[in-house]
């Protein structure tokens, strides 16, 4: 162990920051299964995916072999403005758990959008602007992805069109109104833009939306319209190679003081955060270089890794992506009661489903109530008020910790802090009042999900 | 100018952050003017300031001759959850500018109250703490403050008892969620749990309160109370001394790259964050060893500074507080139709209304629309979305940079950007959809403001 005195916040000088993103499916011996065209149920080639996405991340999505990628001068200079983020240690919090674990968080909030999702954002703009595209289209839920690429296509002075599921739309004004102050366009889903749209208006006329049908608008609206592409903001190979920025960040922290993390903890949706953070380790892991215990933390109400299967499965509710081999609750699976917006994807990110086959990582599913009596607890030692997604990763933090203290272990724990609440007031007023509940899918409801799975061989 | 490459944001060390506030009223020579009793309109004295603030605040409040005051070790270590905060220089902006000017910012919101009241909130809350009372009480308006004071409070276990304007506590039921998860009790003013309350509700039964009374309200509640007193978040001294840090941290910035700004620009509501970040350098200006142009910016619809009067008023509407010698439009002047509720306030911190009086610095108006147009070209290009109060400077900053442009000097110019804008998009939703006005009060209706002001010798 050093010697040197490790600071509240470890921040990297400017010229320490990454110049090249890390590809860990270079160093996969069991690589990702390809992503399958539905209709031939051959892997999709360069030529079809670059109907739906900008060239050069069609390129960065298919390479498994490169494990160093350059980040564009551009690119970094936009990370500049808000990295490198904070690597924490949590002095205040080990004092008040009185654990012997040495814990450390990789905070992720600090920029307008609120999360991780600005570091894919910048990137898929920025290659979107060099292949001279007029503009690029979205689908948001909960809305951190849709402000992140607002953000970006502001700062490249792209055209944004962000499908916003109707639910949210209306709920979450608030988000509306942010990503508008940055020039997007945002529509309620379903909507009548557009013929998918238009469909299921007429069959479900009081529909308030689903993530899926805004995927499907999105895709329509960049596919029928000249100098548009489609960008999605988690589960591709290309988010979770931008999303390395905070791994290659976060590692370059911890060696400048010799600290080896025993346990790395990172919440998981689709997987961008996590992926992110745990690459370049699991690279060492994969090396065999180093060893390290990962732990991907999903609600209980959305347990992909925890109670799903590895299968090809559709990556949107409307079927109109491309199949993807993952751990899967199926697509057809609605996940309810949860105020993780962001971790409610009945799938997961095809590298790390593959990691997790291998057993090269654990995961652990955790309820709602308990993830924020987390949320609160922190917020109120560390300061920061936590997304609901990330909360989960901070639970399994206190959690681990908390077993240290009963071991006397002096452990050192990781965690990804992937953004802020502020825009998740709804649900923090649900847990103040006491109203808040949990929901564990029972095996019934899993099985319904199952069948709707595709055959593929 | 020195040869050392600039980065985008420079970060200080732990080692390198301030150990003492300044108080920039030791190198006055004209002493700001005391709080006067309302009653015998003499001095208060520090026995009569003790029945309302904690002891050791009272000190800090009265002493106009130490420049500097040790910051307690405590308040550092809080510090460093969220401090030292970046000072940015403007790269982007620049560019989009055209201008030769050099402009950086400091950014205070980079925490979950979202401004730079936890700086003086931390300090308040733990001398609270070490005087050994229960809690503390105080009024919010469009609740900055009352969140600064929450996450204080929550992290010395203190009982924080929050007075919000029954109409913010309504709109802003975000606000005051996030209060209430840092272990708050929020009670909407105009209430029945005091007398003051309970009269002006039988006076004025469907009222959604104000400010003034909100104050009145905390004054009783501590008052009446064993083990409690009353802070406030702007205008008094001691905020002034804690806010220092702001300007400390900038200065010991510049310094490392040999940087001496030429134009220092900060909003002006209570004074609270100008005075923070001007005086070290006011200091310097005051012992004259350099010399620098200060500009406070202020509402057009609550302008203080360029149409107020230099007088003793009260510091509340409600009259109940001490009278203070400020820059002042009356305790009665209700400011309308203007959404930086941070800067709706009659009076100025006395220190700043002597510093301006004696011709040390500048004063501006702006205009409300104006703002929000500087804040979405600012948010567009250099990422963060700011608060309508902050973006009163950067409406400034962004005029003096083009001036530059025109004469084509290269001037340094610094800003304070004191906190975000995730809680104000009712005002940005107003100024996206074109509906936003201007509003600039008439000479009548300042005449009216100031027929209330007493007649003090």
Redesign the interface.
């Known amino acids: 162990m050093s010697e040197k005195k490790i ?3 470890i ?1 990297l ?2 010229s320490e920051m990454p110049k090249q993103w890390y590809n860990v499916r270079a160093d996969m011996k069991n690589k990702p299964a390809p992503l399958l065209n539905p209709a031939t149920l051959k892997p999709m080639t360069a030529e079809e995916l670059g109907a739906v996405f900008c060239k050069e991340l069609v390129n960065q999505e298919l390479d498994d072999t490169n494990p160093y990628i350059d980040i564009p001068e551009e690119i970094r ?2 990370y ?3 990295r490198p983020s904070p690597l ?1 240690r949590a ?2 919090l080990e004092k008040k758990l009185g654990t012997p674990a040495k814990i450390y968080y990789k905070f992720e909030g ?3 959008s ?1 999360s991780h999702k600005l570091n894919s954002a910048i990137a898929q703009a920025y290659y979107a602007k060099k292949q001279g595209l007029k503009g690029v289209t979205t689908e948001t839920g909960a809305g951190q992805w849709g402000t992140a690429l607002s ?1 970006a296509c ?2 490249f002075d792209l055209d944004c069109k962000v499908y916003m599921v109707k639910v949210s739309y209306e709920q979450k ?2 988000r509306r ?2 990503m ?4 997007a366009s945002v529509t309620p889903s379903p909507s009548d833009t557009t013929e998918v749209g238009r469909k299921i208006l007429a069959e479900h006329p009081g529909t308030t939306g689903s993530l899926g049908c805004a995927i499907s608008e999105a895709v329509e609206a960049a596919t029928t319209r000249e100098g548009y592409r489609y960008v999605l903001g988690s589960v591709l190979n290309q988010v979770l190679l931008h999303q390395s920025v905070i791994g290659l960040e976060t590692k370059t922290a911890l060696d400048k003081y010799d600290i080896t993390p025993d346990i790395i903890i990172g919440c998981a949706g689709g997987g961008s955060n996590l992926g992110g953070l745990i690459s370049p380790f699991m690279g060492e892991k994969l090396r065999g270089e180093k060893d390290y215990h990962f732990i991907a933390v999903e609600p209980a109400s959305c347990p992909s890794f925890t109670r799903g299967r590895y299968a090809y499965d559709f990556c949107d509710t409307g079927r109109v992506c491309p199949l993807s081999k993952m751990y899967t609750l199926g697509s057809g699976f609605i996940p309810s009661a949860n105020h993780a917006g962001g971790l409610r994807y009945h799938g997961m990110s095809s590298t790390l489903s593959q990691l997790y086959d291998d057993g090269l990582m654990e995961a652990r599913s955790v309820e709602q109530t308990a993830v924020f009596e987390a949320a ?1 607890q922190f ?7 936590p997304a609901p997604e990330s909360a989960h990763a901070i639970r399994v933090a206190i959690d681990e910790a908390m077993k240290c203290k009963e071991t006397g272990e002096e452990k050192t724990i990781v965690f990804g802090l992937t953004g ?1 609440g ?2 998740d ?1 709804v649900a ?2 649900k ?2 009042n006491g109203e808040m509940t949990d929901y564990i899918p029972t095996d019934e409801d899993l099985a319904a999900g199952f069948a709707g799975l595709p055959k593929v061989e």
């Open positions: 600071p509240y916040k921040y000088e400017e200079d936009f500049k403005m808000y924490v002095y205040c600090n920029n307008t609120g953000m502001a700062y004004p608030f109104e942010v508008r102050t940055y020039g609160e917020a109120r030692i560390e300061g920061i008020l802020t502020y825009f007031m923090y007023e847990f103040n």
